[in-house]
Nanobody, 120 residues
């Protein structure tokens, strides 16, 4: 599976962005997909995940109520809608497959990352 993330950019605090990640190739995403992020000089951390079959979601406490993960199985695409962005959301955002769990060790496939910068 190849994962291609897009949608990052520069946004003011309080603004919104939507990230997209398209999966291609074989094997396809079957269990789930997730977004992780890595801020400068910090370790990569879990943001959100989605069950590919039923759409159930899981979020890190830091983004609950502000971010929404979703998937379009027909398009092999996972989205991350980010609202009410804060400066601490600034990071390189990675999409990953093929799991629903919040641990990066459970993911075999990773996108290249898309940079989100939130200015205060």
């Amino acid at each position: 599976v190849q994962l291609q993330a897009s949608g990052g950019g520069l946004v003011q605090a309080g603004g919104s962005l939507r990230l997209s990640c398209v999966a291609s190739g074989r094997p396809s995403i079957t269990y789930g997909a997730a977004w992780f992020r890595q801020a400068p000089e910090k370790e990569r951390e879990f943001v959100a995940s989605v069950d590919w079959s039923n759409g159930n979601t899981r979020y890190a406490n830091s983004v609950k109520g502000r971010f929404t993960i979703s998937r379009d199985a027909a398009k092999s695409t996972v989205y991350l809608q980010m609202n009410f962005l804060k400066s601490e959301d600034t990071a390189l955002y990675y999409c990953a497959g093929n799991s629903q769990l919040p641990s990066e060790s459970m993911y075999d496939y990773w996108g290249q990352g898309t940079l989100v910068t939130v200015s205060s």
